[in-house]
Nanobody, 117 residues
Framework: QVHMVESGGGLVQAGGSLRLSCRAA???????????MGWYRQVLGKQREFIAS???????NYIDPVKGRFIISRDNAKKTVYLEMNSLKPEDTAVYYC????????WGKGTLVNVSP
């Protein structure tokens, strides 16, 4: 049974934008709302890496390579986390996942972002 449902990926040229969505399908609202949620990405053959998080109060955190280009947000009513990605670069190509940062649920299938030069 799927816990995290990511969507919004696709093929985009360098410099373009995408908006990813992640619905916490099996998290109840009382668990989702106070949770810090994060986005991660995994390049084929490499480990999954953390890229951004948002706390229950809206406090955000980003790794340096995406600062100023990516924006994480959340809609508690929809149990959904978003990642707006701008000025995309070929090195952003990866499968993107989301999860609870502190107490991860089983990982979803992710959504593939492919940035062409």
């Amino acid at each position: 049974q799927v816990h995290m449902v990511e969507s919004g990926g696709g093929l985009v040229q360098a410099g373009g934008s995408l908006r990813l969505s992640c619905r916490a399908a099996r998290m109840i609202t009382s668990t989702f709302n106070p949770s810090t949620m994060g986005w991660y990405r995994q390049v084929l053959g490499k480990q999954r890496e953390f890229i951004a998080s948002i706390s229950s109060t809206g406090r955000t955190n980003y790794i340096d390579p995406v600062k100023g280009r990516f924006i994480i947000s959340r809609d508690n009513a929809k149990k959904t986390v978003y990642l707006e990605m701008n000025s995309l670069k070929p090195e952003d190509t990866a499968v993107y996942y989301c999860n609870n940062v502190v107490a991860p649920s089983p990982w979803g299938k992710g959504t593939l972002v492919n940035v062409s030069p």
